[in-house]
């Protein structure tokens, strides 16, 4: 992708009441404790050619499930009408790959996947975004939409997964994107826009907290499919030179969308960590060094545990119950820059990169398993990879 693309690609992702919870924002211990970069092994690439991967998780019998968001309707997809912003298109190429052993295949096919074509000619593919086994052999799938319902029902009812967490084939779980339209929750912080994308998952006894990177929440799935807003993330302020220059705005929806010298909060990743706490990451709109991540436990006020990463697109857990963050990119918007793995002390919160010698490009999904390999959906929108880093933590 050129450099607007990719620019576009993860404002994209970004674009897009707080029921009693205040965010309490406590100091991070990251900058003083960083450590040096501790070298992983090199990446064993255990798959190519995905359709567009996004989610990967290790599943209990220690297969790994990669998901793959398709290519939209599989045909190329018209511009949008002269004064139209967008046009979408409906298909049904989105999947879930497994790695088992030495065996590989798609589990699952057919799941919806929507092409997104812009006035520009720009694209981008949506859909099955983050999945995990159920106990009973099915798989919950979390779809993204970048849009509201109505964008949604105008592609007709096969769409009706996308922006929901839904099992894959069958029932909807829960609606994240009626959520948002009804509600809008984060319009209490000024922001301008009423959009929802729904991103990661985790459970919580027998509730779902999904993070809406769009709408900037996260939110509570009850058994009976009805949503309440758990969190709605704060804006990030913006840095003054970038603010007073605009330089990023135009790459930025998110910029473009809160209120002047903010950006908005964009929740990605969403873990629960060994202390029972929920770890969850706010990318901050593709601003370098404006990550935050937040640690939640239900009943009280989400704080502040960590900041100074730059485009964390997911969390999972070390063998040791320290976190591990992916970035998207390490740069701004406007240069984004190879991917990077982050180690962060469970107690601390300091910070130790891990070498992957500029092999991340592009990178989205990031699991570890019990002995310590990192898996990593990496070159999503090309060639589409699942790499393996053997015991990296």
Known sequence: MSKASKSWAGAFLAATVVAGLTATVVPAQAAAGSQAPRAAAAPVVLASGLHNPRGVRVQADGSVVVTEVGSGSGAPCAAPPVGAPLARCLGFTGSLYQVKGSTQSRIVTGLPSEQIVRS?????????IQSEA????????????????ADRAALGADAAPLGTLSIAGGRVLGDLADHEG????????????VFSNPHDFARD???????????????????????TTEFVFPNNVLPAAASA???????????????????EAVPTGIVRGRDGAFYISTMSGMNKDLTRIWRYVPGSAPTVFVTGLTDVIDLALAPNGDLIALSYGTGPASALGPGALT??????GALTPIDTGSRLKVPFGLDVSANGDVYVTNDIDTTGELLKFPAAV
Do not use: C, E
Request: net charge positive.
């Open 182 to 193: 009804r509600l809008d929750p984060d319009s209490v912080l000024g922001n301008n826009d």
């Open 134 to 149: 159920t106990a009973k052999g099915a798989y919950r799938v979390v779809y993204g939409l970048s849009g509201v319902p």
């Open 343 to 348: 180690r962060i002390n469970k107690k601390t």
């Open 120 to 128: 520009d000619g720009l694209t981008r593919v949506n859909g099955a």
């Open 245 to 263: 220059s605009g330089a990023q705005s135009s790459a930025d929806a998110t910029v473009l969308a809160a209120p002047a010298g903010q950006t």
């Open 205 to 227: 006894g027998k509730d779902f907290l999904v993070t809406d990177a769009a709408g900037n929440t996260l939110i509570r799935v009850h058994p009976d499919g009805t949503t």
